[in-house]
């Protein structure tokens, strides 16, 4: 795939895939889409429950900003936090050591862990700072097997009018099979498809107020 480096509204980068005319993260501002989804309608709901362990699960690495932006997450102190990501098309280094995440989130100590979290092995489990338990899998989602539950699920796949296939019913299907009871999955599409998937595999799904550039999120619990 090519990808182009684009600087986003809030000054930090995204990449698009010219032959999907995709991006990985909101040209209206990386981060704080990253943020908005993930970290605060995602994680900070989760550490509500004041959880001593807690296993996340990220549909699609890409470019390393949301495990960054969680590793990163003051609230996760304390917590022992077991992070899987999956991601079938890897960056190579000379894309994802231009990205600027780190320079804006926290200086020598994210670079360090953006850093780790791109350059150690594949299907090797690894601590990138204590606490955080890190393993990547170089897979597709739909040959994915966990070998665990999660409590958190972070959906963050191309969109659904570009790869509709890991959008169905049967994707969200299995994924609510790893899921623990009460657990929760938060994206950023609000698809009326996507909703009806969600709903059919086991989530009850309620919309939340969108990042800039997007009216609405989903977030799932699973039942």
Same mark, same amino acid.
């Given at each position: 795939?090519?990808?182009?480096? #684009?600087?986003?509204?809030?000054? /930090?980068?995204?990449? !698009?895939?010219?032959?999907?005319?995709?991006?990985?993260? /909101?040209?209206?501002?990386?981060?704080?889409?990253? +943020?908005?989804?993930? #970290?605060?309608?995602?994680?900070?709901?989760?550490?509500?429950?004041?959880?001593?362990?807690?296993?996340?699960?990220?549909?699609?690495?890409?470019?390393?900003?949301?495990?960054?932006?969680?590793?990163?997450?003051?609230?996760?102190?304390? +917590?022992?936090?077991?992070?899987?990501?999956?991601?079938?098309?890897?960056?190579e280094e000379a894309i994802w050591?231009?990205?600027?995440?780190?320079? #804006?989130?926290?200086?020598?100590?994210?670079?360090?862990?953006?850093? !780790?979290?791109?350059?150690?092995?594949?299907?090797?489990?690894?601590?990138?700072v204590p606490g955080f338990h890190? !393993?990547?899998?170089?897979?597709?989602?739909?040959?994915?097997?966990?070998?665990?539950?999660?409590?958190?699920?972070?959906?963050?796949?191309?969109?659904?009018?570009?790869?509709?296939?890991?959008?169905?019913?049967?994707?969200?299907?299995?994924?609510?099979?790893?899921?623990?009871?009460?657990?929760?999955?938060?994206?950023?599409?609000? !698809?009326?498809? +996507?909703?009806?998937?969600?709903?059919?595999?086991?989530?009850? #799904?309620?919309?939340?107020?969108?990042?800039?550039?997007?009216?609405?999120?989903?977030?799932?619990?699973?039942?």
């Amino acid at each position: 795939m090519n990808r182009k480096l #684009i600087v986003t509204d809030d000054g /930090s980068h995204t990449l !698009k895939v010219d032959g999907l005319q995709e991006h990985y993260h /909101s040209t209206f501002g990386a981060i704080n889409e990253s +943020v908005h989804v993930f #970290i605060n309608a995602g994680l900070r709901r989760v550490l509500q429950e004041n959880p001593g362990e807690l296993a996340i699960c990220e549909v699609g690495f890409g470019t390393g900003l949301n495990a960054l932006l969680t590793l990163l997450e003051k609230k996760i102190k304390g +917590v022992d936090v077991h992070y899987t990501a999956i991601e079938a098309y890897p960056l190579e280094e000379a894309i994802w050591t231009k990205l600027n995440y780190a320079d #804006i989130s926290g200086g020598e100590e994210a670079k360090t862990a953006f850093a !780790k979290l791109h350059r150690c092995k594949w299907n090797e489990a690894k601590e990138i700072v204590p606490g955080f338990h890190f !393993k990547k899998h170089n897979c597709k989602l739909e040959t994915f097997t966990a070998g665990r539950s999660f409590d958190l699920v972070y959906f963050d796949a191309f969109g659904p009018d570009v790869q509709p296939e890991l959008w169905s019913e049967a994707i969200f299907r299995n994924i609510a099979g790893m899921t623990n009871t009460g657990g929760i999955l938060v994206t950023y599409s609000c !698809k009326g498809s +996507v909703k009806r998937a969600l709903k059919a595999a086991g989530f009850e #799904i309620e919309k939340l107020p969108g990042p800039k550039g997007k009216r609405e999120i989903l977030r799932g619990v699973k039942f």
